[in-house]
């Protein structure tokens, strides 16, 4: 077969730029697991009337064929998930019976969406989510845990850039517009127009929600005026009391917002931070109350690489209503751009610390002793191909990066990177704890600078 | 929407069980990592021109169609990879410029076939697969490690049953039936009768190479002969040569075979063996040399759960040919049905040590502080989700399996499985090693017993 090239929207990573994003999901995974959430993993597929129900996403289902399938139809359709929040709810209904509520789960697997592919678009990504679901009620304070998990999580990642994560609360918003007199159309209405802020001029959106929405022209300053409101503490609060708007469900949406915002800022530091920003409101999704989105510093185009929220009813099964609250972090719309552009990658393509020379094909095996005890003892090891010069196989370490060359003959071990050889013995030799795993590197690379 | 079902074919695990499989994974992953194997994720679909070049598998391939696809015909048919092979072959090629050579990789990844769902079928499953591939050449001693490191890997893993691993070589068949005086297609013939001895009748295979293969009696008899032969140790190359065949081709498999053997010997326990097997040929595949395929003790209806072997031209771009060797383990062939007969799961279904109580609403944030101090030490646990009667919180932590509570207001930890509670401070509190895992529980069910 001729060379392949790429599929468009398929991105692969070649080892030292898997280890990254292995290094980032066991940081991930580590986090996520010392508060309690248990890690689960759905099928690829799910029915595709259920993919199907949310209709704006349905031209993206990637619709699954056996090659010979019968005309009969006795195959029901199926189709990949385009999210794992879908599947999520499904597991949570097809095993209630079997969970513990609150049910807190990490998730993190490929999803597939058949759309353009375009920077930070993707056909087949990788997506890390956690959420917490409630039986009937879920309290208010897992939305604070939820804020604090992923801040702590991303926070580890600290061969990243910072993030600032944005909160809002659709009760505040929705309780505002209430309070300037609009009913649930109106207030739809002005939600998606508003929403449109991050991409039309706040003039255009002011004329948009005069001509489509219908309100009045103080409705649409308002309107406004709340969502420029933005702040790293509760200030946000007095600023919105001062535009004297009052409802119940304002208050409340208020009180959550700023109980979330305080709850969060023994977190914050220069590299991990959290704004209300009161224009967010994640469109016309299910989200009921928190919601959530979070920019990277310098890659601000990426737009949002971690949103979520607090929806009312994840699941139902008609009797029992299932609530949640979760956060979705893009593991390769954040991971694929950086590791593309040279950001991050790793010091060296192999696990490895050592290669052990071989003198002679016919003492291989002592070779192999050593590295057996080296592996014994935790230290990942290969040996050397063939019994070439040593010039050879210390070359052979070099282009994989690995910083060590064991010379069983001469009991031995060189570092390759300063030259310095030393007697050892592989029942007792330990290398620095930074040698015993593959690093993340990283290189300062601003946005749209070529790599 | 209502209750779903499971789709028939797609297993899933609830949180205990995936627990066992990620135990699984992290020791297969850790064990291939400390022998230099680095790991590698590939994209789910492949070009479907790649995936129907063997004939025999194209019924199973899962075409993918994006919802609303154009009929211009523009996008190019892909379809879900149904093994590892195939696109670690095409990613081998497409990066052949950047990967150093010999290339040891490991890849853990579902993969689907759209084939019947039956015991221990199914159309999504995960493989466990480890390669080692060369430019050019690649030299037998890799054969040797590619067995030592499964070996290593399947001995670790020690709350599963024990193992078989079994081996043969296809120089050895090959050359012993040439040295009966087979052609080229006649050894073919033999080989894929041969091959159905784990299914068929001695006598209907004798019948059968006598009938559709046209050779002697003679012949049939001493190709049955070799098949019979099994052998814990190399004594099988003397009962070989009693056979009186030879043949350069058959002195040079056995020659592999036997070192084979005797260089796994020192990994042998009373759990993992390895056997010469000399019926084993692996059907038509494109193997050249080694073959391997494992059986589980007490599991052997589930077939083979760990196969693969030598192949000379894993890729070739026409230029360079990339020879490699491999095995390949079923992880939900082997997993699966364990789990699903309880023989396995895990001994709490969250990774929380200890719930911390709550008191009152008011004072959560004390018990926040007492969770972040233990998870600063590394200790997963999870806060009370409401200030119910401290019954009710212990009941809680008891349905999950979490062994311990903390109340903040005592200053006390309590063991709930024996209620000792004793003073503890969360800056130096440690719970024993075994407790800060879920660990995987077995219990003794033989094959074909109900769960």
Redesign the interface.
Known sequence: ???????SG??????AQ??V??EVIATLARTF?????????????E?LD?L?RKGDT????????????DESGKDKG???HFDLTVPFA??V????G???F?F??YQIQ?V?R?ERPQEGRFR?FAQADIDIV?RDVL?F??DV?IARVMLEALGRLDFLPGFRLQVNNRKLIQGFYAGLGLDADGIDDVMRLVDKLDKLDPAKVRELLLTDAGVTEDQADQALALATIRATDDSFVARVRDLGVTHDLLDEGLDELASLVRACAPLVTERTRIEADLSIARGLDYYTGTVFETRLDGFESLGSICSGGRYDAL????RTTYPGVGISLGLSRLLVPLVQRGVLTADR????VVVVAVTAEET?SEADAVATAL?AR??????A??AAKFGKQIR?AE??GIPYVWFPDQGEVKDIRDGNQVAADPATWQPPTQDLRPQVVTTTISEGEPS
């Open positions: 077969m001729a060379k392949p090239t790429p599929l398929f991105p692969e990573f070649l080892p898997r280890f994003e292995q697991e010392l508060h309690g959430f248990g890690n689960v993993e759905t099928r690829a597929v029915p259920q199907l349905s031209k993206e289902v990637y619709v699954l064929r056996r090659l010979q399938e199926i189709g990949l499904r597991y209904l097809e095993n209630a079997k969970l513990e609150p807190r789960r490929k597939w058949g087949e409630g309290p304070h897992h845990e699941a139902s099964d008609g393509s192999v696990p490895s291989r592996r935790g230290i990942p090891c290969e040996v191909p063939s052979h282009r994989r």
